[in-house]
Structures are given as structure tokens and as C-alpha cells.
């Protein structure tokens, strides 16, 4: 079975540092997509960045990168200069099912989620 | 621009009780999910739908219904609520098309006494 693993509970960084935020995966599958969500105080699971596993280039959005390391299953969000309303609940997420990628479909597997606060 | 519309927001039940809950997609999505968020134990699929007309169990489907008798609509049903369901549900929605990310309900806060 797949599975995410987020080590970090909780993350401190000051306003407009750059943080990473941890997370690694276990799949038997060679094609599988990785995504991270945003969950504010306010609930809401906010898109932030996807990574496919046949990307040769790690993805981008704005302040957000993936360092997506294939070998060592890791797939770090980095979030560059912090602002305060990046504080929230961090998602790692892997989608299942290989041989449908190309459909849209999609089993998530979530992670348990990184609280970062970020401090003026 | 509503997006995954859920409601209620908020719940509260005794045990025993049924209800529904109604997610809406005005973005003509066609796969919808359903998830709840427990504490320290990130999101997990209870029901998914492929399309009108059809369901699927996810992760932890047993206690709950589901419905998709409009393609805009996705139903989920408790029939009898324990306090084990107490939680937080989620539903999100994705095109067909690639690697389209879901998008998200704001929540329902449902409690269980």
C-alpha cells in the first residue's frame, strides 16, 4: 500500500526566511503524482503545487518549489521568503492508482500534515 | 464563483441518528470524493464518485451511503451515527482531463453525542 510520511509536526521560521517542509513516500508504482495542500486555521484545503513522477524539472508556483528527490522518495516543499499568512497546515499527498494518470482520477493519500508558524 | 459547496457547515447528533450530507460542484467536474480529517490522522477517502450514476468505496467507507444521481451532486449518508464518526468532512471535486488537482469543499464539522 502507498503511503506518506510527514515527520514534522510542527515548524517554526521567522517572516521572510525560506522553509522546508518534509515528506517522503513508499510506492511499488513507477508512475504517481505528488501534490501539496494548504489548510489555513480557517479549514479550507488550498492547492498549492503538484510534481509528477515522470517530471524531469521540479515544479514551481510562485514562492513554492518541490525538491523532488526520486531515488530517496522525497518530495520537500520549499516555501521562500515566509510570510505571516503562510502560517497553516501543511499536506503531502500521493496519488494512487497507476495505469489511470492519464484520466484525471485520482486516490489521494495523505499525509499527517506539518503546522508551520511563521513569526514576524 | 462557488466552487465545492458543502453544507451544513456544522452538525450536531445523538447517536442514532441519520443525515445527509450535500456536496454541490458547479465546475462540471467529473470525479467528486469524499474525505474526512480526524485529528493527527490527515484526510481519508470514505466514498469517490468516477461519474454519474456511480459510486466507489474508498479507505474507510463502513457507516456511510453515498449518492450521485446528478453529475453536480455528490450525497453522502449516515444512517445510523456513532460517535466513532465524529469528525470533519470534506469533499473535493477534479476535471478528467490529466493531472488535475482536486478542489475542495470548505469542510462540515459534524459531532456525535
Known amino acids: 500500500a502507498q503511503k506518506i510520511t510527514q515527520t514534522q509536526p510542527g515548524m517554526f521560521v521567522q517572516e521572510k526566511e525560506a522553509v522546508t517542509l518534509d515528506c517522503t513516500y513508499d510506492?511499488?508504482?513507477?508512475?504517481?503524482?505528488l501534490f501539496w495542500y494548504k489548510q489555513p486555521s480557517s479549514g479550507e484545503m488550498i492547492f498549492l503545487i503538484y510534481?509528477?513522477?515522470?517530471?524531469?524539472q521540479n515544479a514551481t508556483e510562485g514562492r513554492y518549489s518541490l525538491n523532488f528527490q526520486k531515488a530517496r522518495k522525497s518530495a520537500n516543499l520549499v516555501i521562500s521568503a515566509s510570510q505571516l499568512g503562510d502560517s497553516a497546515m501543511y499536506f503531502c499527498?500521493?496519488?494512487?492508482?497507476?495505469?489511470?494518470?492519464?484520466?484525471?482520477?485520482?486516490?489521494?493519500?495523505f499525509g499527517t500534515g506539518t503546522r508551520l508558524l511563521v513569526s514576524p | 464563483n462557488a466552487g465545492v459547496t458543502q453544507t451544513p457547515k456544522f452538525r450536531v447528533l445523538k447517536t442514532g441518528q441519520s443525515m445527509t450530507l450535500l456536496c454541490a460542484q458547479d465546475?462540471?467536474?467529473?470525479?467528486m470524493y469524499w474525505y474526512r480529517q480526524d485529528p493527527g490522522m490527515g484526510l481519508r477517502l470514505i466514498h469517490y464518485?468516477?461519474?454519474?450514476?456511480?459510486?466507489a468505496k474508498g479507505e474507510v467507507p463502513d457507516g456511510y451511503n453515498v449518492s450521485r444521481l446528478k453529475k453536480q451532486n455528490f450525497l453522502l449518508g449516515l444512517e445510523s451515527a456513532a460517535p466513532s464518526q465524529t469528525s470533519v468532512y470534506f469533499c473535493?471535486?477534479?476535471?478528467?482531463?490529466?493531472?488535475?488537482?482536486?478542489?475542495f469543499g470548505d469542510g462540515t464539522r459534524l459531532s456525535i453525542l
Open positions: 499527498a500521493m496519488r494512487e492508482a497507476a495505469g489511470v494518470m492519464n484520466t484525471g482520477f485520482q486516490k489521494l493519500v
Open positions: 464518485s468516477v461519474g454519474e450514476g456511480t459510486t
Open positions: 510506492t511499488s508504482d513507477q508512475s504517481y503524482g
Open positions: 510534481q509528477g513522477s515522470y517530471d524531469e
Open positions: 465546475m462540471n467536474h467529473e470525479y
Open positions: 473535493a471535486s477534479n476535471r478528467r482531463q490529466g493531472h488535475q488537482p482536486q478542489h
